[in-house]
């Protein structure tokens, strides 16, 4: 096949190249708006990481590590006035017993505090509303875990105030020290507003769940005692025997939270959102509780950040691609031009007529063998030199100047040279010179084709002798015809050839008897 029978290929594979620069922009694009997507839904997510750790921690400072606790503690190991009535030795709220318990509730702000027998009697309750005293209290695990010697927290729904409040229980014990008998328990009661504003601080949808999956405490009121899914009726039924939300279970019925806090992320009101969870230990028996964070991700990455993220990307790595397009395409037309370099070089080294190659200056850069055959001259001896060192100064000046003129205005220019080669002999040669211009016109050089003609010109010199030769001959023969006797050459019985002694001798002119009919 020609050479130009690639240039079809070649367009089509840019065209290829485009369509796969496009396609491949267009995954990249997708590809960084996913990657910013991801990256900020980390950054929300270390965020709500942080902020679940200091909702956790602040927690904990409000509950378990709070100062009450340790008063609690203290209380049920140094107050004999609380032993006095846990024992019976003092009546059920026995001044001294309540003054006690009133000094802490006035301290720290307490709804209610409370001594409990050994059998979960409430026998001593100081508070400023309802007194509880006489309730039995045996069935809550607060106190079942106080009487084992554990201090707890534990959330839930006043059996008396039906309302939500956080019981803090210490053991009571006979002596000073732990070691001695537990007599009862010390129990705090708090109030729950402080849990619900804390919740609300975040900022987010944040709620508590208890180990049995029932929301004790959110910031969307509508999740208030709502139950993770699944709902099955024994786990309703479970939750109810354990009475401690109150009576919201009671009638065997229970709403389902509309997501699960196990999951990564949700679908709330069809809105995506993220789900993050930290447990908080307040020993309770049935398990750790749950504090529960969300977060609306789904306008992470709304559509004008897509678009000018997407739009950025698919700008950039389209003209990266088609920078990488071109230099492909560069070094296809680079690959082509070595291909038809190489087939021109062969065609030059093997070419019958000499070619010389030189600068803009006429130094000569490259002469093909033909040229070294012809002249005698190798490459190495004439490179850098000028072609006048062949001129024999046989070639008239008007060449020359001829020549020159042709070639600084950019034309190419044809003419004849008496050369002389290495060994001294003279040849004649046709030359071709035409001038290399760059895109700008400026002559970067020039290319001469030499063909050796003094064979030619000594054939046509012979060929003109022996035309001269025969001319003479013919003149000699014309002049000897025409002063010879009388002579008639004639063709078909017509007069075609005679000469004047003839005319004379037969009268008329040349022309009345030129091929006329003889007669015998």
């Known amino acids: 096949p020609m050479l130009m029978d690639n240039v079809p290929e070649q367009r089509i594979s840019w065209t290829s190249g485009l369509m796969v620069v496009l396609a491949l922009s267009l995954a990249g694009a997708v590809l960084v708006v996913d990657v910013v997507q991801n990256q900020r839904l980390d950054e929300r997510q270390t965020q709500r990481q942080k902020l679940l750790e200091q909702a956790a921690t602040t927690l904990e400072e409000q509950t378990t590590r709070a100062p009450l606790v340790g008063a609690a503690a203290l209380m049920g190991l140094t107050e004999p006035a609380l032993k006095a009535v846990a024992q019976g030795v003092q009546l059920p709220d026995a001044p001294v017993a309540l003054e006690s318990l009133a000094t802490a509730r006035e301290r720290f702000g307490l709804e209610g505090a409370y001594v409990i027998n050994a059998n979960g009697i409430i026998v001593a309750h100081e508070t400023l509303g309802a007194h509880s005293t006489g309730a039995d209290v045996a069935f809550r695990p607060y106190f079942q875990q106080a009487l084992q010697g554990r201090l707890n927290v534990y959330a839930a729904v006043g059996s008396q105030s039906h309302e939500r409040g956080l019981y803090v229980a210490a053991p009571l014990y006979a002596g000073a020290s732990a070691q001695t008998p537990v007599l009862g328990v ?64 009671d ?108 600068d803009a200056q006429g130094a000569i850069e490259w002469v093909n063998p033909e040229f070294e055959r012809n002249t005698g001259y190798s490459l190495s001896e004439v490179r850098g030199r000028k072609p006048s060192l062949l001129a024999s100064g046989k070639t008239p000046m008007q060449t020359f100047s001829e020549m020159w003129a042709a070639v600084m205005t950019g034309r190419s220019w044809k003419g004849h040279f008496i050369n002389r080669r290495k060994d001294g002999t003279e040849y004649h040669e046709d030359a071709t010179l035409s001038p290399v211009l760059s895109a700008r016109g400026v002559c970067v050089g020039m290319v001469g084709l030499h063909q050796e003609v003094s064979q030619r010109m000594r054939e046509q010199e012979k060929l003109q002798r022996s035309e001269r030769r025969l001319k003479e001959l013919l003149e000699q023969q014309n002049a000897i015809f025409d002063n010879a006797p009388p002579v008639l050459l004639s063709c078909d019985g017509l007069m075609h050839l005679f000469n004047p002694a003839f005319v004379a001798l037969v009268g008329g002119t040349p022309q009345q008897l030129q091929d006329q009919r003889v007669s015998m």
């Open 186 to 249: 010390v129990m705090f009661k708090m109030p729950f507003a402080p849990i619900d504003a804390l919740l609300a601080r975040s900022g987010l949808p944040t709620l508590l769940l208890s180990p049995q999956g029932v929301v004790i405490s959110a910031t969307r009121p509508e999740w208030l005692y709502a139950v993770v899914p699944p709902l099955t009726q024994s786990r309703i039924d479970a939750i109810a025997r354990l009475r401690q939300f109150g009576r919201h279970f």
């Open 251 to 358: 009638n065997g019925v229970a709403s389902a939270l509309p997501f699960s806090p196990l999951a990564s992320e949700v679908l709330i009101d069809g809105v995506q959102h993220a789900v993050q969870r930290r447990t908080v230990d307040w020993n309770d028996p049935g398990g750790a509780w749950s504090l529960v964070v969300l977060e609306d991700v789904s306008q992470v990455m709304p559509l004008p950040d897509r678009l000018r993220y997407g739009g950025v990307a698919l700008g950039l790595l389209a003209l990266l691609g088609g920078l990488v397009v071109e230099l492909l395409r560069n070094r296809a037309r680079m690959a082509a031009t070595q291909q038809r370099l190489l087939v021109l070089g062969a065609a030059l080294e093997n070419s019958p007529l000499a070619v010389v190659v030189t």
